[in-house]
């Protein structure tokens, strides 16, 4: 594998931490409260783990607000009159951000597993297309009596599920079945309620748009029992049990449940083809995670209690030092105001301690830790270590560095002081070897290993660091826009540096050693409970000169195309721009037209209305260049009436017509309530008309409109 390169990798988060403050408001008239007024915004930074924020505005007050922090950030809005939305931000200094109140509409739909309606299933709603490592979902409703924000909802006993209104924007669901089982639909796009409205048949003010997502199925597959005990032969009661299958991330299907009070838990739903890896895990125990062929009938659990580890540090008169205790992969851990430290929840293993302190020399100990075992080190007493003084200097021209920040790397955790204007720093340290990093404003940070000879000989190290060059990314998303907020690997010269871009999609790294590096994209997607990371499929190698900037370019930025139909659509319809990814709604000028942000992939061109008809016009490769499109408006049509057995009209069944020449869905209707529909703007051809999947006859269709005359179907399921 190159350098750089990194595989696929997912993972499940948990849920939001309370880490301190994300944001600061002054000068606006938000108001952070735990119960809203009118309206409400929840802020969270998607490159942090601080905790998210909720703010509120009474009626009379504008909704802006001040982020007094540059970052990246999810601000989600609703109220008690206002649908829940939620849109990113990324900043590059403080700024005042106008939020959106938006009406929404509701969106409905069922769950279904095999042919079985799914009852009590959960259901969250998530941003689509987030890059952040934690978890998120969209805040739908206030609930007065729990005083908090509600992001659940659950299905009936007829596996329906109703979502409170969404402002238009793109959307995943993540569904929670029984067993454990975690879901994911989408991305699909609620489209403007007013468009719905039209397309309906209802007036504007009406009291609420609905989106039908009809009916969202999943495989029954098997279960898995589990058990868990612990290393004393006891159950563990109320373990987390979870397991994934799948052989892309992508494609990984995941499930969590917890085991009851005697270590039981089932997990159901599982491929029986597929490999499984099955994991538990409980405070205070050890992670453990196994993996099978195929899904085993049942899987023990048995956890290993983790260990403890304590101590103390003070120097040779008993004084409290002010120390650093790191504990090898465990890590660092500074000491108390009385020099003591403590490291939890260890595993069973061989560490060694190492405590080390400014001014004295560093102490290492081997630790044996059994399972389940308080071991206390008692005291670790540091010896005075050796005076030495070192040198800070520009390596190409030998002059003294002032204000040089020279820190130990190895022990770690020790500042061992800044230079003055001739170079110069004074240290303590062990008689042993030393690792050091030395950091210097426009120059590349260095790491140095000094030995005991140079700690003891008589003249000052000399650290010579060198002028550093630096790298400049400019990253676009797959759809050609600036890919704010993204995430850049670079790696190189025994160096490595992680970068995010800002709203414009440039991101500049710190002073680099002359060489050779990688930069690499870094693609981070949320799916609620599911983070993927993948990168290595697109990167630049540059080089890097001293004082110099390289700028590098991933991606490319996207053209647009001009669509234009002639004659003009009716003022009802849309365009929608289809691709493998994604679909795109875009409005229609007076005379038929559209500027289209044009993807870099294969599309189809389809005219939609409201009523959620859509009609196929034109398949273009992906390697169109041009910069406009001019379609004539098909005169074609296909209509119809929909009865069942008894004459009665068949609403709300889907229609669908395939272009039997390609073999390709040219047109999609939804019956209404008198059971009419029709599909306009048809190309001349030979069609196969289907409804709810089922073909019913064949048509030919000219320039004119070709009624079908009524036509037996099945009324859908409910």
Not at 549 to 558: A, M, N, Q, S, Y
Request: aromatic content about 6%.
């Amino acid at each position: 594998m190159r350098p750089g390169a990194f595989l696929v990798s997912w993972w499940l988060v948990g849920f939001v931490l309370s880490l301190g403050p994300v944001v600061a408001v002054a000068g606006s008239p938000a108001t952070e409260s735990q119960v809203p007024r009118d309206r409400w915004v929840e802020v969270t930074r998607l490159d942090s783990e601080s905790r998210a924020r909720l703010f509120s505005f009474a009626p009379e007050e504008a909704g802006v607000l001040r982020l007094d922090q540059a970052g990246s950030y999810l601000l989600c809005t609703g109220g008690e009159h206002f649908a829940a939305g939620c849109r990113t931000a990324v900043l590059s200094s403080a700024t005042l951000v106008a939020l959106d109140f938006e009406e929404g509409a509701g969106v409905t739909g069922t769950v279904t597993v095999g042919r079985e309606p799914a009852a009590e299933v959960t259901i969250t709603v998530v941003p689509a297309h987030l890059e952040t490592v934690r978890y998120v979902s969209v805040p739908l409703t206030w609930d007065p009596d729990a005083r908090q924000l509600q992001r659940r909802v659950s299905t009936a006993a007829d596996g329906r599920f109703e979502l409170p209104p969404l402002a238009a924007g793109d959307y995943l669901l993540e569904i929670h079945l029984a067993g454990g089982r975690l879901e994911h639909y989408g991305p699909w796009t609620l489209p403007d309620p007013k468009r719905l409205l039209r397309g309906s048949g209802k007036r504007e003010n009406a009291p609420q748009a609905q989106l039908e997502l009809g009916e969202l199925t999943f495989a029954t597959g098997v279960g898995v029992e589990v058990r868990v005990i612990s290393d004393q032969g006891g159950p563990v009661p109320r373990a987390r049990v979870g397991a994934a299958q799948g052989a892309r991330p992508e494609e990984t299907v995941f499930f969590e449940t917890e085991a009851d009070e005697d270590g039981k838990a089932v997990l159901r739903g599982l491929d029986p083809a597929l490999p499984l890896s099955l994991t538990c895990q409980a405070a205070h125990y050890r992670f453990e995670r196994r993996m099978y062929e195929a899904p085993p009938a049942l899987h023990l659990c048995e956890l290993e209690s983790l260990a403890s580890l304590k101590g103390r540090v003070v120097d040779g008169d008993g004084q409290v030092l002010d120390a650093v205790v790191t504990l090898g992969s465990a890590g660092s851990e500074s000491v108390d105001d009385d020099g003591r430290f403590a490291f939890e929840d260890l595993a069973a293993g061989t560490y060694m301690v190492l405590a080390a302190a400014a001014g004295a020399a560093a102490e290492e100990r081997e630790a044996r830790l059994p399972p389940g075992v308080e071991l206390d080190l008692g005291e670790i007493v540091l010896r005075p270590g050796v005076s030495w003084q070192g040198r800070v200097v520009d390596g190409d021209d030998g002059g003294a560095l002032a204000g040089a920040r020279v820190e130990s790397l190895r022990p770690p955790g020790v500042v061992l002081g800044t230079t003055d204007d001739e170079g110069l720093f004074s240290a303590v340290s062990g008689a042993g070897g030393l690792r050091l990093e030395v950091s210097a404003t426009g120059f590349a940070a260095r790491s140095f290993d000094l030995t005991a000879e140079d700690l003891t000989a008589d003249e000052p190290v000399e650290l010579r660091l060198h002028r550093g060059g630096w790298v400049q990314v400019r990253r676009w998303r797959d759809d050609g826009e600036p890919c704010a907020g993204c995430s850049i690997q670079i790696e190189g010269n025994g160096d490595a540096a992680s970068l995010r871009t800002d709203a414009e999609g440039l991101a500049v790294s710190g002073p680099l050693l002359l060489g050779t590096y990688d930069v690499t994209p870094v693609d981070l997607r949320s799916f609620g409970s599911v983070v993927t990371r993948s990168g290595g499929s697109e990167y630049r190698r540059v080089e890097v000169r001293p004082g110099q900037v390289t700028k590098v370019e991933i991606g490319r930025p996207r053209r647009h195309v001009e669509v234009r139909w002639s004659p003009a659509p009716p003022s009802d319809w849309h365009l929608l721009v289809r691709s493998s990814r994604e679909t795109s709604s875009f409005s229609l000028g007076d005379a038929g037209e559209a500027e289209v942000p044009w993807p870099a992939a294969a599309v189809d061109l389809l005219l939609g209305d409201g009523a959620g008809r859509t009609v196929l016009q034109r398949s273009v490769a992906a390697d169109f260049r041009g910069d406009h499109l001019d379609l004539p408006l098909p005169e074609g049509a296909a209509a119809g009436t929909l009865i069942d057995e008894g004459g009665e009209p068949v609403r709300g069944a889907r229609v669908e017509l395939l272009a039997v020449d390609a073999g390709t869905l040219q047109a999609a209707a939804w019956s209404n309530e008198a059971g009419r529909f029709v599909l306009p703007f048809l190309p001349p051809g030979a069609y196969l008309l289907s409804v709810e999947g089922r073909p019913l006859r064949a048509l030919q269709v000219g320039r004119r409109a070709v009624d079908a005359g009524e036509l037996e179907a099945t009324k859908p399921s409910p």
